[in-house]
Nanobody
Framework: QVQLVESGGGLVQPGGSLRLSCAAT????????MRWYRQSPGKERELVATITIDGKTNYADSVKGRFTISGDNTKNTVYLQMNGLQRTDTGVYYC???????????????RGQGTQVTVSS
C-alpha cells in the first residue's frame, strides 16, 4: 500500500527557515509528479509548488524566490525548503503525489497527512 509520510513542520520566527520532507513508501513503479499544498486559516487551499519526474518546477507567486522544491528519485522523496518565512505562510502543508503503483497502468493520486507550519514571534 502506498503512503506519503511528511515531516519537518514546526514553529519558526518570521524570517526563519524550515525544510519539509515527503516520502512516498510502498510498491511504487514510478512517480509522475509531486506537489505541496497548504491550507491556511480562513483561506482556500493553495498549490504551493510542483516538481515533475524530470525535475521541472513551478511555484505559487506568493512563494517565488523564497521556497524551493526538490526531489530525490532514489528515495521517492520530495522536499520543500522554505526561507524568509512570513506569518502568512502559516498553515498545514501536505504533499500530493501522482504515481503509478506496481502493476497499475494508470496513475493514482495520494495525499499525505499534513504537517503544521506556524510562523510567529
Amino acid at each position: 500500500q502506498v503512503q506519503l509520510v511528511e515531516s519537518g513542520g514546526g514553529l519558526v520566527q518570521p524570517g526563519g527557515s524550515l525544510r519539509l520532507s515527503c516520502a512516498a513508501t510502498g510498491s511504487i513503479f514510478s512517480i509522475d509528479h509531486m506537489r505541496w499544498y497548504r491550507q491556511s486559516p480562513g483561506k482556500e487551499r493553495e498549490l504551493v509548488a510542483t516538481i515533475t519526474i524530470d525535475g521541472k518546477t513551478n511555484y505559487a507567486d506568493s512563494v517565488k524566490g523564497r521556497f524551493t522544491i526538490s526531489g530525490d528519485n532514489t528515495k521517492n522523496t520530495v522536499y520543500l525548503q522554505m526561507n524568509g518565512l512570513q506569518r502568512t505562510d502559516t498553515g498545514v502543508y501536505y504533499c500530493v503525489a501522482s504515481l503509478f503503483p506496481d502493476g497499475s497502468l494508470r496513475p493514482h493520486e495520494y495525499r499525505g497527512q499534513g504537517t503544521q507550519v506556524t510562523v510567529s514571534s
